[in-house]
């Protein structure tokens, strides 16, 4: 299955990157995308989606297919084949 | 916020599914990646951010065009009302446009948005082609309309005349005023209702009419802060929005930039306003304020004419979103008005009763 993640903001800025195409056998969660991300990004997104109880930092945003986790199934999400997921980190305006 | 403003929202309110496309007919803009806070910075344009006198955050866009062109913005606002509701992609004019708004003093989300509620009446037959004058087609997409027409309206030449009335009075002219996104004649901002449900309410019972700015529910329903809460449930949403608009009122008052609600409280702005007032304040006492003050920017729009069946949204939102993923989600206001009226202690109708304006020293 193909899953595809979309960076924003300030990690496409900083990251110099706007996204990945995973190909993977079997469903993962969103918490086992989020290693996978580390292992591409050197820990970079678990340091600034997850807070030091390894739960969502506040205000981080993570939507699967424009849906937050938050109201899903948290970092227990399971994702399947075509999902989007984009990440944000903690913004704010008006 | 310093390193993309505002303007780092036209992504998130764009995957969120509530990002108004041409004149709110859609929720999602295929071309946001060419308008977006990153674009900005990504083309080159962002020279540096800039700030209100001792602002520590700093969320001003200073921004040079390719052709020379040099000044402040576009905001969130401006470029989506310029961009994604006007149905054009090209940064370039968006950022021109605004330049225009602010040499003529316009304001750029009526001035935006009265132009993409104009390209709903061409395209539907309700502007005839002549009575542009030779100016380019009032068309969904137009990057030559966006800059034509803002001078137009600013100088009220030709068609812009009537587009310097806003939005209302344009499509009511034309005998069309459902076509004009606006509540209480103000036209609406970057968010549509039909994605967030408790912001939607905001919209219908804001003292100043479509106005996302003082009863900012984006920032629980969408952003997170303090706390997430989901945009499609009804559940508490009167509450939440009585407090985000009574403590905006506070806020107002206090003449601090809203946007240190992302990290200040309640608590914070007691303590502010006590130790440069000398005035007592308890967090409560403070909070009350807020709600005196709201209703009494509300009784004074009752006794001007403005009446409470002008607590609503146009027709559109009545029916669903077309694509995104909200698609087929539509306000759900309508149930939570009576709700927001019984919370706020107002009569059934809208109305505030005298006994009401009593307890809070208004009458």
């Not at chain 2, 009446?121 to 800059?147: A, C, M, Q, T």
């Not at chain 2, 946007?259 to 403070?286: H, P, Q």
Request: hydrophobic letters at 30%.
């Amino acid at each position: 299955m193909t899953i595809k993640v979309k960076f924003y903001s300030l990690f496409k800025i900083n990251l110099k990157s706007s996204g990945e195409v995973y190909e993977i056998k079997n469903p993962i969660t969103i918490s086992e995308l989020i290693n996978k991300l580390d292992n591409d990004y050197d820990d970079y997104f678990t340091n600034k989606l997850l807070n030091d109880k390894g739960k969502i930092s506040p205000g981080a945003i993570i939507l699967v297919n424009g849906k937050n986790i938050l109201h899903l199934n948290n970092l227990k999400t399971e994702l399947k084949d075509e999902d989007i997921i984009t990440l944000f980190p903690p913004s704010a305006g008006g | 916020m310093p390193s993309l403003g505002t303007k780092v929202l036209d992504n998130i309110i764009n995957s969120n599914g509530l990002y108004p496309t041409n004149n709110f007919q859609y929720g999602t803009f295929e071309d946001v990646e060419e308008v977006s806070g990153e674009a900005l910075v990504e083309k080159g344009y962002l020279q540096s951010n800039k700030g209100c006198y001792g602002c520590p955050i700093r969320c001003g866009r200073d921004v040079k065009l390719p052709n020379g062109q040099h000044g402040e913005g576009p905001e969130y606002e401006t470029g989506w009302a310029y961009g994604a509701d006007c149905g054009v992609n090209d940064l370039n004019a968006i950022t021109e446009a605004n330049f225009i708004c602010n040499e003529l003093g316009l304001d750029t989300i009526t001035a935006g948005t009265t132009i993409a509620c104009a390209m709903e009446l061409y395209e539907k037959g309700h502007i005839d082609k002549d009575e542009l004058e030779n100016g380019p087609e009032l068309k969904f997409g137009s990057s030559e309309s966006i800059v034509y027409y803002t001078k137009q309206m600013g100088y009220r030449e030709g068609i812009g005349d009537e587009l310097a009335e806003g939005s209302y009075r344009l499509a009511e002219s034309r005998g069309h005023p459902e076509l004009s996104m606006s509540v209480k004649k103000q036209e609406l901002p970057a968010y549509d209702p039909r994605g967030v449900q408790g912001h939607g309410l905001n919209y219908v019972t804001s003292n100043r009419g479509g106005c996302h700015v003082r009863g900012y529910m984006i920032s629980p329903e969408v952003l997170g802060v303090p706390e997430k809460l989901d945009p499609q449930e009804l559940e508490g949403k009167p509450e939440w929005v009585i407090i985000f608009q009574d403590l905006t009122a506070i806020i107002d008052s206090i003449g601090m930039c809203l946007f240190t609600s992302f990290a200040l409280g309640l608590d914070d702005y007691r303590e502010i306003v006590n130790a440069g007032t000398k005035f007592d304040y308890t967090s409560d006492s403070l909070l009350e304020t807020g709600e005196r003050i709201y209703n009494l920017e509300r009784q004074f729009n009752l006794e001007a004419g403005i009446t409470p069946d002008e607590d609503k949204l146009p027709e559109r939102f009545d029916e669903p979103l077309p694509d995104g993923p909200q698609k087929g989600i539509n306000s759900k206001y309508k149930e939570l008005l009576p709700k927001y009226y019984k919370k706020r202690g107002w009569e059934e109708d809208g109305y505030i009763s005298d006994k009401k304006l009593e307890e809070m020293g208004i009458k």
